[in-house]
């Protein structure tokens, strides 16, 4: 099996940025601004966490990084909760990024397994 080089390279990392490009999108006329960046910054902690991560230079700190990333992927799903029981998304748009929310967490845990 073939090192990974970059963590471009990574499905959780791509999974991560699909994520939150979702939220941005689905966000975008949302005025209630602290909420918005709020669960915007979460998503971006999930991508960041697993790029700063793998640049870290060592496993622990990688497993580290990748635990907040997870964590993080965790917030966002919470905040989708109040997104949806306060009227900022539709059910559809909710199920759509709960469900990419979840994908990170079990891509991250799986490779955490490894």
């Known amino acids: ?19 939150t490009k979702a939220v941005y999108q689905a966000l975008v006329a949302c005025k209630d601004y ?4 709020q669960i915007q910054r979460a998503s971006v902690s999930v991508v960041s966490n697993i790029a700063e991560g793998f640049e870290s230079g060592t496993k622990q ?12 992927a965790g917030e966002v799903r919470a905040q989708l909760y ?6 900022y998304v539709s059910a559809e748009t909710f199920k759509h990024l709960k469900q990419l929310a979840e994908e990170c967490s079990r891509f991250i845990m799986s490779f955490t397994k490894k």
């Open 1 to 19: 099996m073939a090192t990974i080089q970059r963590f471009e390279d990574l499905l959780m990392f791509t999974k991560a940025r699909e994520l």
């Open 34 to 37: 602290g909420f918005r960046d």
């Open 82 to 87: 109040v997104a949806l029981d306060v009227g």
């Open 61 to 72: 700190e990688f497993l580290n990084y990748l635990y907040s990333a997870k964590g993080s």
